[in-house]
Every structure is written in structure tokens, then in C-alpha cells.
């Protein structure tokens, strides 16, 4: 009997080892069919901003949509008839709309007047070369073109994708920087002028640059770029490098105050922004981040004193300082590791001017993250330290370390990145 009990139990466990490996193989054919399932996409709701404006908000559901972890990428576009006018919306160019599967809202900003009372919106499905969605934007500065995409399906793959050289000349890229929080500012280290610890929330997205601007960039948009290192140890231009010797006053406008919006021109012409911005046809309002922009961006969620973490002898892998990589000069962008947002050179290489001047003494005080320190302090709030910098002074390297210099100052070792507020 005991023999006979032995013998049922083997079957049994024998059973539940074939129904196992049935049930496995039911999943596997289901993630399959789930892959190659056929893309659709349905719209839920759209509804229009109140008070009523021209902005639309999509909410729409993908099913069979991309898959980054497979290297499955697609493009949603929309097509919207009100009152009878017809109008294609490029999810990829003029959205960054996510085509991963599931539920999700993007915001179209509809021609001017137009309403949805009588809209109808439809959406499809195509292969697309890039990935879906809004987590960059990419400038291109040939074209003028702004298109979107999603991560990849690592930031790794993300930061290894934008170290080509096409993003540090003839594009510019920009990381999103999600609404909400709280994300910490501020550090408690003698030195740091009075920049109590505090946490800030957001309520709206921002974008900004995953690299200073470099000299190519600059000269692609001004038509010069007036560095002191244009050339490199052997000779050759060091298109790559970031600009330096610009003014705070050369990229805005000298009259204007720190929470004044930059003068839109008609032409071609005006400073470094209002061409910027004249080229990509006005509508973005791209300009020098906030210092609350800039430190939330620059610790990546840390609340550590190094954007790296609490190891000052770790500064070699992320800063270009003066006894690493660079001497006294500005390096190559992208020269060091990233933060976990994929941002480079956020500390080292070149201190990056910041739209505030210098009046605010704690960061706590400022009213929101968009509004700029304006209270009439002669010198502008410079960020992030520089090549010059030696590695035995690790206060420089702290996230939290500020400086300042006056607008209508250049320096070798002062250049900046770019930012752009959702509105």
C-alpha cells in the first residue's frame, strides 16, 4: 500500500509538471499574440481647456503598441474635423504622443477659434524609427523642426542614443522634467550662501538641455561663437566644446529684467534667444532656466550633496574639472557620466548663467520654481562650477553651490543650457 501511495503520488507530481509547463506555454503564446496584436488606438475623450482657449486634451487608449524593450516603436496620428476643416496632428512632431500600450492625454493646441462642439477626432498606428512620446525634444536647428521621443527601454540606452555628435551640433536636446515632487533644493554646507534645505513641487512639466550649448550650436543660430578655446591641443576646431564669453545681456535683451519675457522679433535678428526662438516659430518661449529649474534638474531626484550621490572622491566619473580631463579648459560636452536624467556637465566644465539675479538668499523664499530672483541685485545667479575648479575643493561640486556674475560680464569659463516651461 505504502508502495502503491508512492506510485500515485509520482503521477500526481508528474501531472502538475506537464499542466505547469502547459501553463507556461500558454503565457508565452499570449505575450506573442500580445506583441503582434493589431494596432489600435481608440479615442476616449477630447475636451477643450476652460476657460475656453484653443487647447485640446486627447485622452486615448493604445492597444498592440509599441514595445521599447523589444525595439517595437510607433507613431500615433491624429486626425481632427471641426466644423468641417480637416487637420492631420503628427503625434511624434507635434505631440510627443505615447504609443505604449494603455490609457494616456495629450495636449494639441488647435488653430485659433476653434472649438469642440462639433469635433471629431480619430487616431492610427504606424512603425515609426524612434521611439513614441515626450520624454525629450529635440531642436533641430537645420530644419527648425521640434519633434518628441520617449525612452528608451533603459535611461542607459536613452543617454547612450543622445552621446552622437548630432546632438551636440546641428540638434539640440532637451530632457522633460515631470510635474510634481517634492524635489529637494538647497544644502546645509558653510559656504553655500544661506541655501536652507527646502523641497518644492511643481505643478507644471519643464524641459531643459542635456548639455551646455555648444560652440556648434551657438554658431548654427548667432553665426559666431565667441569662445576663448576654439581650437583644441592639435589644432582642430573644438566645435564641441561649450560656448563661453556670452553675456547674460547676448542672450537675452540688456534692458530686460530677469521676470521680464524676452521681446519677440519679426526677423532673423536680436540676441542668441530671440533668434532661437524666431526660428522655431515663437511658440515655445525657450530661455535660461530658473535656478530652482536648474538645481531640481541637476540633483535628478537626489537629495545627496553630490548629484552623484555622498563620495567626493567619485567627482573624476562626473566632473571636468582642473586636474581631470580638461586642465583649465572647457572639454568636450558629455566628456564625464550623466545624472539619472540622462543631464551632463550639470557640475564642471563650464558655471551655467540662470535667468535670476543674485537678490534671493534662500531658495525657500522664491514664490514658485518659474519665477525668476528680480530685486534689482546688479549680477545674475551663474551655476554647476567649472573646469577651473580643482578636485581638492569639493564645495564646487555640490549641487547646491551658487555664484554670480554681472549680465553684461564674459568669462572663459561661463556658458549655459536652455529651458522651456510647458504651458
Known amino acids: 500500500m505504502i508502495h502503491d501511495r508512492g506510485e500515485k503520488c509520482l503521477d500526481n507530481s508528474k501531472e502538475r509538471k506537464i499542466e505547469m509547463e502547459r501553463i507556461v506555454c500558454l503565457m508565452a503564446v499570449l505575450v506573442t499574440l500580445s506583441a503582434t496584436a493589431v494596432p489600435t488606438v481608440e479615442i476616449k475623450k477630447v475636451a477643450q481647456r476652460w476657460p475656453w482657449n484653443n487647447k485640446l486634451d486627447i485622452t486615448y487608449e ?32 507635434d505631440l510627443g504622443a505615447n504609443a505604449s500600450n494603455g490609457i494616456h492625454t495629450v495636449t494639441w493646441t488647435a488653430p485659433s477659434g476653434y472649438r469642440t462642439d462639433n469635433c471629431t477626432m480619430s487616431a492610427a498606428l504606424y512603425p515609426s524609427d524612434t521611439p513614441s512620446g515626450d520624454d525629450y525634444m529635440i531642436v533641430n536647428l537645420e530644419t527648425h523642426a521640434v519633434s518628441y521621443e520617449g525612452l528608451l527601454a533603459t535611461q542607459d540606452a536613452s543617454d547612450l542614443r543622445y552621446k552622437d555628435v548630432w546632438y551636440k551640433t546641428t540638434n539640440m536636446v532637451f530632457r522633460k522634467v515631470a510635474a510634481g515632487g517634492p524635489y529637494r533644493v538647497g544644502d546645509t554646507a558653510t559656504g553655500l550662501s544661506n541655501n536652507t534645505p527646502t523641497n518644492r513641487t511643481t505643478d507644471r512639466a519643464y524641459y531643459i538641455g542635456i548639455y551646455p550649448v555648444t560652440q556648434w550650436q551657438y554658431w548654427k543660430v548667432y553665426g559666431s561663437r565667441p569662445s576663448s578655446h576654439t581650437t583644441d591641443a592639435v589644432g582642430n576646431i573644438s566645435w564641441y566644446r561649450p560656448v563661453t564669453y556670452v553675456r547674460w545681456n547676448d542672450l537675452r535683451v540688456a534692458e530686460t529684467k530677469p521676470d521680464e519675457e524676452i521681446p519677440l522679433e519679426n526677423s532673423n535678428t536680436g540676441t542668441f534667444l530671440q533668434r532661437l526662438n524666431f526660428i522655431t516659430g515663437n511658440k515655445f518661449g525657450i530661455d535660461l532656466p530658473t535656478e530652482i529649474m536648474w538645481e531640481i534638474a541637476a540633483r535628478a531626484g537626489r537629495t545627496t550633496p553630490y548629484f552623484w550621490g555622498t563620495d567626493e572622491n567619485m567627482c573624476d566619473e562626473y566632473v571636468v574639472h582642473k586636474t581631470h580631463l580638461g586642465g583649465s579648459d572647457p572639454m568636450e560636452v558629455g566628456s564625464c557620466k550623466p545624472n539619472d536624467w540622462g543631464l551632463y556637465d550639470v557640475v564642471g566644465n563650464v558655471y551655467e548663467w540662470c535667468r535670476d539675479d543674485a537678490g534671493l538668499d534662500q531658495l525657500a523664499n522664491a514664490p514658485d520654481p518659474w519665477t525668476p530672483s528680480s530685486n534689482g541685485h546688479a549680477n545674475r545667479r551663474t551655476r554647476g562650477g567649472q573646469a577651473y575648479n ?11 553651490y551658487r555664484s554670480n556674475t554681472a549680465p553684461n560680464s564674459w568669462s572663459h569659463y561661463i556658458g549655459f543650457r536652455l529651458a522651456w516651461i510647458v504651458k
Not at 77 to 88: E, K, L, S
Open 62 to 93: 493604445v492597444t498592440g503598441g509599441q514595445d521599447v524593450s523589444q525595439n517595437i516603436f510607433r507613431r500615433l496620428v491624429f486626425t481632427a474635423v471641426i466644423d468641417g476643416a480637416t487637420n492631420v496632428i503628427d503625434g511624434i512632431h
Open 390 to 400: 580643482n578636485d581638492w575643493n569639493q564645495l564646487y561640486f555640490r549641487t547646491s
